[in-house]
C-alpha cells in the first residue's frame, strides 16, 4: 500500500481505523507524541521556528531565532489564525533547539514536527562531525532520532544528550547540482533512514534546481515518490517544462516562495499553482513561507506566520482558486505528505 492509496481512505471522510491494513500503522510524529492524521489539521510544511546563534547565523544574521518568547508569539498568532500543525525544518547538529521546540509546543498546544537529517554543508564547520560520519553511522543517527528522540547540543560537538521529543521527518539538502561528490553519502543514508522507518524526506533544492537527480537517487535506493517533498520548487519559475518534470514524478511539491518578492510577485506564484492546479498536481501541493527572523512579525519581520491566511489565500480565491483547493493544500496534502508508514513490531 502506498500513499496514494492512504489517501483514498483519508479522502473518504471515514477515519475509521477499521479502513487500514492491519499489517501497518499510520500517524504523525509529533515532538509531543503520535497524532493520527485527521488531527493534523491546518499546517504549513517549511517554517523556521528556532535556530540558534551559531554558524548558519553567522552566514546569514537573519537566520538566528532563539529567542523562545517571541517564537511562542509567532505560533500564538498562528493558532489566531487555525494553525495546528507546523512543521520545522532545520535539521539535526545545525542550530535546532529541539528543546525549545517541544517547549513551544507545549507552551502554545501547537503540533510541531521536526527535523533530523542535514543541511546544506556550508552550514556546519569544517571539523563538524556530520562531515565525518559514515553512511551506516548517519542512517544510524537519523533512525535514533526519529525512534528515541533528538539529540540537543550537537552543533559543535558530537551526539551525546537526547530528550525524548522525536524528529517526524528527514531533512535533506543539496547544493544546485543536486546530490553529488560528498552529499552522496548524506543522501544515501537519509534514503536508507527512511527506506527502514518509513518516515517521509523534506528535501531542499537551491532554487529548484537539482530536484530530479535528488529523486533519482532517493528512489533508487527505494523511497517511494509519495515519501519525497521537495522544497523551493517555486523560488525561480522561469523554466516551466522542468517544474512540471518534477512534478510528473509524483513527490509533493513544497512551495513557499510567498511573500518573498526579491524572487517574484504573489500573482507569479498564484499563476504557478494554477499551471500546476490545470495539469492535474492539485494532491501535490503543500504550502509555507520558509521563515526567518526577517519574516517572522514577533521578531520585526516583514510578513508573520499567519501571511497566507490573511493575505495570499485572498489573492488565490481572487483568481479563481477555490476553498476546496487550499484545503488540500493545507490540510489534507499535509496529512498525507508526513504520513509515517510504520511496520508494526508485534503481530
Ligand atoms: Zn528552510
Known sequence: MDKADIGAVFGNESHNESHIESQYEYHIQTVTGRIRPDQLGYCQS???????DGRSAKLVPSLRLDDFDATCSELELYKSIGGKSIVDAQPAGCGRMADLQSKASIKTGVNIIASTGFHK??????DHWIRNMDEDSLAALFIDELEYGMFID?????????????????KTASDSEGPSGDYRRLFSAAAEASVRSGVPILSHT????GALEQIKLFTDHGVPASSIIICHLDRVLKDAGYLMEVASTGVFLEL????????HSDDDEVAFIISLLENGFEDRILLGLDTTRERMKSYGGSIGLDYLHETFFPLLRSYGVNDSHIYKFTVSNPAKAFIRMSPVLTS
Open 256 to 263: 513557499d516562495t510567498i511573500g518573498r518578492f526579491k524572487y
Open 154 to 170: 550537537c552543533d559543535a560537538s558530537k551526539p551525546v544528550r537526547r530528550i525524548g521529543s522525536k524528529a517526524g521527518v528527514i
Open 46 to 52: 517549511h517554517e523556521h521556528l528556532f535556530i540558534a
Open 206 to 209: 537551491e532554487m529548484g534546481m
Open 121 to 126: 554543508l556550508v552550514f556546519y564547520p569544517e
